[in-house]
């Protein structure tokens, strides 16, 4: 099981990125995947999450500005993110286990190395 996130870099306030988090040797229909950040001096933070039924979750200081989505023929989860904010700065990594998890981030057992994503003017 791998996964590979891709995507970050550094934008201005109120601007857009999509990562991208391509996952092999499972299928997304087994699996969960979710998007995870930490910010430096913080715990990691799991602000999206993807089940393998297709249905999603968001953390509230996401919603309506983070969009979880995946493509079963590339087998990759995407994370398009909008109107970003200095708070979003941090380095974003997908993980993945059977269920979405945004507490016990422990549970997930697969990770991808991260990404980093930097919101500053």
């Known amino acids: 099981v791998q996964l590979q996130a891709s995507g970050g870099g550094l934008v201005q306030p109120g601007g857009s990125l999509r990562l991208s988090c391509a996952a092999s040797?499972?299928?997304?229909?087994?699996?969960?995947v979710a998007w995870v950040r930490q910010a430096p001096g913080w715990e990691r933070e799991a602000v999206a999450c993807?089940?393998?039924?297709?249905?999603?979750s968001y953390v509230e200081s996401v919603r309506g500005r983070f969009a979880i989505s995946r493509d079963l023929a590339e087998n990759t989860v995407y994370l398009q993110m909008n109107d970003l904010q200095p708070g979003d700065t941090a380095v974003y990594y997908c993980?993945?286990?059977?269920?979405?998890?945004?507490?016990?981030?422990?549970?997930?057992?697969?990770w991808g190395r991260g990404t980093q994503v930097t919101v500053s003017s």
């Open positions: 040797g499972f299928s997304l229909e087994d699996y969960a």
């Open positions: 993807i089940r393998s039924s297709g249905y999603y």
């Open positions: 993980a993945a286990d059977r269920d979405c998890w945004f507490q016990q981030l422990f549970q997930y057992h697969h």
